[in-house]
């Protein structure tokens, strides 16, 4: 089992709050390749698709919390994923009161 890391208020800077259209997700399963399910901070489950720029650079794992953008068309079934969260950026965002904690 790895060490935990623990980041600091420099690697914190970089946190992205949701804009406009944007929500928080928790993913549920991967279905392989760049698709996810993932359960919205609005209650749907979503297929979600890790954005092309960021295929390479983002590893994201189940129960991960990500940032989601749903599509203009099948809004409810569908999403891309904009961001995944670190550990240490959960616990400010809910000390912050951003993100509820049963999420």
């Known amino acids: 089992?790895?060490?935990?890391?623990?980041?600091?208020?420099?690697?914190?800077?970089?946190?992205?709050?949701?804009?406009?259209?944007e929500?928080?997700?928790?993913?549920?399963?991967?279905?392989?390749?760049?698709?996810?399910q993932v359960k919205c901070a609005d209650g749907k489950v979503r297929i979600g698709r890790i954005r092309g720029k960021l295929k390479q650079r983002?590893?994201?794992?189940d129960r991960d919390?990500?940032?989601?953008?749903?599509?203009?068309?099948?809004?409810?079934k569908r999403c891309d994923i904009l961001w995944r969260f670190t550990v240490?950026?959960?616990e400010w965002l809910i000390a912050n009161g951003h993100l509820a904690r049963d999420l």
Do not use: N, T, Y
């Not at 970089?14 to 406009?20: H, K, T």
């Not at 919390?65 to 409810?76: G, N, S």
């Open 23 to 36: 929500q928080f997700g928790r993913v549920i399963e991967r279905l392989g390749s760049e698709l996810m």
């Open 1 to 21: 089992m790895g060490k935990r890391k623990v980041f600091d208020q420099e690697q914190l800077k970089e946190l992205v709050l949701p804009g406009m259209g």
């Open 65 to 76: 919390l990500v940032l989601i953008a749903p599509w203009d068309f099948k809004a409810d």
């Open 58 to 61: 983002l590893w994201v794992k």
């Open 88 to 90: 240490g950026q959960v």
